[in-house]
């Protein structure tokens, strides 16, 4: 499981790494979504993984920190999630901004010579 | 009292600079009285001081101004500080008796007499600094406020190319310079002038000693204009002329020999020192005096000539003896004198002449006797004539220059090169005389000359009867104070010696003749080929200036382009590569120095399931990447695939808050990017161009990148993954979220209550990014192919043209009937699931940011089933009412607590009964999530409404565009 996860997030990051160095805007865009994902599961991970133990306490709200999963990083990529959503917003209108001002989807705003 | 005075030398011409500047703009009198009552306040008060001075001791006001970094406000005036004072002070203030005269009543006189008061002020500064920081400070503003001096009359070029030389140079210059004196500083342990005095031997013995010595003789030099440096000073002669004046007599390039002989004591008699300054000194010598020869204009001449004068105080001061030290500074207080009256002698005859250029001036004397006899003197006072201070100091010169100090060749050819600069100083004096009061007048001169007014000559008739009086009875005159500078340098050292004029047939007499004479008869020789030569034989062509200009372009044209092309922000590929590669090499760096390791802690499953699922996810993400540039709906396709897998991991790994969010802001951001896809230009893989190597190997080095950050981030987080946690900060949530935050659901809990001012912040920058979305979006205009119709709504408007059973427009219409009838009636349902995602938040999965996200896509999906046009006919939303309601609402909340005396954002929590529902936890973290509720709403909305209504604009755009091309048809036929 794991090996799993991490693979995915090298894959994730890999290709968010690639889109984010080709020319076009909208592939830009889609790599670092492709990135954020790869973060967000990366920064997640870091409290280690846990099958069947949310961090929601039972009634009365006692229970030993052991039993639960780490809050902490969650709490951490909620915030990352709202966050990246908000500049993938705005660097998509950003985009499409300089798209109608320079007539060109180019990340310089010019075709390269 | 003295300490009074002190300080009132420095900081009153500061202040009066700052009057002058509040005056009137027509108040050029006034302006002038201004400057020259402070420059003759300056004078009497240092004048006031000369009784403690000469007893021996200085005098020393400080201040403590950073302590912790041996900086103090520290002012010091011995008698080489007192005799330059007195210097500056007197001959500013007739330089301003001057200005008034000279200076056009066009041009603006306050500016004049602010930058002139604070070149003054800053000249003062650095003759009274106790402190060697203090020192560079006034040092640098003295290079700044020359630089505003000699631009002064900033319309015209050469001004401001002289201005920029003369700070380009001068301020490099004086970094040099402090970085000396950081060294000095740190051998000696104090800034402290006394200190600094009093540690020669500690200095000359350090390590650091020698590049000490260069980055200070680096600053000296500049400033002085010594070769190789010496370009600047004939540039600065665009300057006005009672600037040129003061600038060459009592300031800026006496700044640099003042600090050589301030430091004299601890810096000189060795040998790095000797043969720098020696060779500095005699090359600047020799080539200025040669150089001055050549010149046509009369204030090159000049310039050239204080090069030269100053390259032999450099000599002086080179050779370590302190008889020849004596001979420098008495050098320095003549030089001044002199060449401040011949400056503005330069000024009388410009202005009245209405030129400067020798080749047009002849014959002036019978038009201006008495300026010309002034001129004449002070000429041979350059010269060294006998009976004039000039000569007195050039004979202690020559005596030095005789005597052998140091086992060099530097040494054995300074007497020659002492006799030859000064041959040559008497050929260019002569020639300024004959050439231009000498001779047959010219038919005419560009104005008709005659005396000027009375006051305007004179300070140069004080100057010039000051060089006679000294050169007559110096001993009576200047003898005192002389010494009295003198001993404050050498202390004990200082040596017997003789002002007198006469001191038999010596050596140093014969050289005089020899000089005398061999530069009159060179002029006799030579005197017509100068008059019309167009540049200088043999060194005209190589200028320093020219190699200035060159670096000059190479760093701020060639340089400059090069790094813009590197890393220049106008291409963003090339810096994205560099940012990759730069946090792969920041994330190895550790690795590799401390090697990367792999634990055995695990969940102990393996589950093909799950690595089915991520199978598909990977697949997804790199199928997303590929597509991504031809086939942008199948990329966002993919890439919710890939989301929904990340989604389904956060279930699966007992994440169900980061789940719900996801899964939401999964659906916004999909409607988001669908809706902009519109606005891009179309992209075809048959229009693909096939790729050259360099294009092959550009990807495949992108390629490379990315494998390796992929690789990277595997191995870390599996690195990590299978190590067992340490002890973290959760158990303190976990045990605290119910008992202090009234939440079972600890993330939660985080979100709006321990962590509830980063949630703070985090919805404010949701805010900021909604409206800044927003705003971007309302002036935003389409790449003219966008304009049209889409694609398939134009195929659909012409199949309805041609049907005659269906309206046009009818199939568009039509579109997703069935779904967006079901989209309308879901709006309750959606509102109802928000409000329980929210409701529930507190206790169990869910909370504001996903109800909120939830509640938005209710919103966007109205958009999607109606249209713009109907949902805006029937729904008010006012997303930025939401925006700012809810951080409203989620501040307030915070600032609740701070009224029942506990800090900002501090939770209170209860139960309370409601009716029909049961039992609801009502936290005051409850009101803060609704304001996080509220806040994701409106800007969520605003974001997609503002980009989801850019479909009426762009019809208003193409509305527009064929209105105006009918007008045009129109007006063409008509």
């Known amino acids: 499981m794991e090996l799993t996860l991490a693979t995915a997030i090298g894959v994730l990051a890999g290709s968010g790494v690639w889109l984010v160095l080709r020319p076009r805007t909208y592939q830009l865009v889609i790599g670092l979504s492709l990135l954020s994902y790869a973060v967000n599961l990366f920064i997640f991970s870091m409290g280690r993984l846990r099958v069947g133990a949310a ?20 709490a951490l990529v909620l915030t990352a999630i709202v966050i990246g959503f908000a500049t993938t917003a705005l660097l998509l209108v950003v985009l499409i901004a300089a798209r109608g001002l320079t007539g060109s989807d180019h990340v310089d705003g010019r075709e390269s010579r | 009292m003295e300490f009074y005075s002190l300080s009132s030398i420095i900081v009153l011409p500061f202040v009066a600079g700052l009057a002058a500047i509040l005056l009137p703009s027509d108040s050029r009198t006034p302006a002038t009285w201004l400057a020259g009552a402070t420059m003759a306040i300056c004078l009497v008060l240092t004048l006031s001081l000369y009784p403690s001075v000469s007893s021996g001791d200085p005098i020393r006001y400080r201040i403590e101004w950073i302590p912790s970094l041996g900086l103090d406000f520290t002012l010091r005036m011995d008698g080489l500080a007192w005799i330059f004072a007195t210097l500056i002070s007197g001959i500013g203030f007739l330089v301003v008796v001057y200005t008034r005269y000279y200076i056009s009543p066009e041009d603006p006189v306050r500016r004049f007499y602010l930058f002139f008061l604070a070149f003054a002020g800053s000249m003062l500064g650095v003759v009274l600094s106790g402190n060697l920081i203090l020192l560079v400070v006034f040092w640098e503003l003295t290079s700044i406020s020359s630089f505003l001096l000699i631009g002064y009359w900033h319309h015209n070029q050469a001004a401001r190319d002289g201005a920029r030389m003369a700070l380009t140079i001068t301020a490099i210059g004086g970094l040099a310079l402090l970085a000396g004196v950081l060294i000095i500083g740190h051998i000696v342990g104090s800034y402290d002038l006394d200190a600094v005095l009093g540690s020669g031997d500690a200095i000359r013995t350090s390590g650091l000693y020698v590049p000490a010595l260069l980055l200070v003789l680096l600053g000296t030099l500049t400033k002085s ?41 601890v810096l000189s008699d060795t040998h790095e020192w000797f043969v720098i300054l020696g060779l500095a000194g005699m090359i600047s010598l020799v080539l200025g005096a040669y150089l001055a020869m050549f010149q046509q204009d009369l204030k090159g001449l000049l310039a050239y000539s204080t090069i030269s004068h100053l390259g032999l105080i450099t000599l002086l001061l080179s050779l370590g003896s302190p008889l020849a030290a004596v001979a420098a500074i008495f050098h320095m207080l003549n030089h001044a004198t002199f060449k401040a009256s011949l400056f503005m002698a330069a000024g009388i005859i410009d202005h009245e002449a209405g030129t400067r250029d020798l080749r047009k001036l002849s014959g002036l004397f019978r038009f201006m006797p008495i300026t010309g006899t002034l001129v004449m003197v002070a000429s041979a006072a350059m010269a060294g004539v006998p009976l004039l201070n000039g000569f007195l100091s050039k004979e202690m010169f020559f005596a030095e220059a005789v005597r052998t100090h140091a086992d060099s060749w530097v040494d054995t050819v300074a007497p020659y090169a002492a006799v030859l600069g000064s041959a040559l100083a008497v050929t260019y004096s002569i020639r300024l005389i004959h050439s231009i009061f000498l001779g047959v007048p010219p038919e005419s001169f560009p104005r008709q000359p005659h005396e000027p007014p009375f006051w305007m000559r004179f300070p140069v008739m004080f100057l010039v009867v000051a060089c006679l009086v000294v050169g007559i009875i110096p001993g009576l005159t200047v003898g005192p104070f002389l010494h009295v500078a003198v001993s404050s340098v050498l202390g004990p050292e200082t040596p017997q010696y003789s002002l007198a004029v006469w001191h038999g047939f010596t050596l140093p007499l014969a050289m005089s003749a020899l000089a005398l004479a061999g530069g009159a008869l060179l002029y006799l020789g030579a005197g017509d080929y100068l008059e019309r030569a167009e540049r200088p034989l043999l060194f005209g062509r190589i200028q320093g200036q020219r190699i200035f200009e060159q670096v000059m372009v190479a760093i701020s044209w060639r340089g400059a382009r090069f790094i813009e092309d590197v890393f220049g922000t106008r291409r963003l590929q090339p810096q994205m590569r560099l940012l990759a590669a730069a946090a792969i090499a920041a994330g190895a760096l550790p690795l590799a120095v401390s090697g990367l390791g792999f634990g055995a802690h695990g969940s102990g499953q393996a589950d093909f399931v799950f690595a089915g699922l991520w199978g598909t996810g990977m697949v997804c993400a790199v199928a997303a990447a590929h597509q991504a540039k031809f086939h942008r709906l199948a990329a966002l396709v993919l890439l919710g695939g890939t989301g929904l897998v990340t989604c389904m991991t956060f279930i699966w790994l007992s994440a169900p808050d980061l789940a719900a969010t996801q899964l939401v802001v999964e659906i916004v951001t999909t409607v988001l990017i669908l809706l902009g896809l519109r606005w891009l230009p179309k992209r075809s893989e048959a229009l693909l161009e096939p790729r050259g190597i360099l294009d092959r190997a550009r990807r495949f080095r992108d390629l490379a990148i990315a494998v390796a950050a992929g690789v990277g981030m595997t191995a870390i987080s599996y690195a990590v993954m299978t190590r067992p946690p340490p002890a973290t900060i959760a158990d303190f949530f976990i045990e605290k979220a119910y008992s202090d935050g009234g939440g079972r659901n600890v993330v939660n809990v985080i979100l709006v209550d321990f962590r509830g001012f980063d949630t703070l912040g985090e919805i404010t920058v949701l805010g900021i990014v909604a409206l800044t979305v927003f705003a971007l979006l309302r002036r935003f205009r389409p790449a003219p192919d966008n304009i049209e119709r889409p694609e398939q709504q134009r195929i659909q408007w012409s199949s309805d043209e041609q049907d005659p059973d269906r309206e046009a427009g009818a199939t568009a219409a039509d579109y997703l009937y069935v779904p967006s009838v079901i989209m309308q009636w879901m709006f309750p349902v959606v509102i109802v699931l928000a409000a329980y995602l929210f409701l529930r938040g507190h206790d169990a999965p869910g909370g504001g940011f996903a109800a909120g996200v939830a509640m938005a896509a209710g919103f966007i999906l109205q958009y999607m089933a109606g249209g713009t046009v109907w949902v805006e ?29 506990k800090a900002f954002l501090t939770s209170y929590f209860s139960y309370a009964e409601l009716p029909l529902i049961g039992k609801l936890p009502m936290a005051s973290a409850t009101l803060f999530d609704l304001g996080v509720f509220g806040l994701v709403v409106g800007a969520t909305v605003l974001m997609l409404i503002a980009i989801a209504h850019q479909s009426i604009r762009r019809l208003r755009a193409a509305r527009l565009e064929e209105e105006r091309q009918t007008v045009e048809e129109r007006r063409r036929w008509s």
């Not at chain 2, 004046?245 to 700044?255: E, N, R």
């Open chain 1, 55 to 74: 961090p929601v306490l039972g009634e009365g709200g006692a229970g030993v920190a052991a039993d639960y999963a780490d809050p902490v990083p969650q």
């Open chain 2, 225 to 265: 204009a010594q070769f190789p440096f010496h370009f600047w000073l004939p540039n600065a002669m665009a300057a006005p002329t009672p600037v040129s004046a003061f600038l060459h007599s009592a300031t800026m390039v006496k700044a640099g020999v003042f600090l050589m002989a301030r430091l004299w004591p």
């Open chain 2, 873 to 901: 006919d029937r729904l008010r939303i006012l997303p930025v009412k939401w925006i700012g309601g809810g951080l409203l609402l989620a501040a307030l909340t915070g600032a609740a607590s701070m009224l029942a005396g």
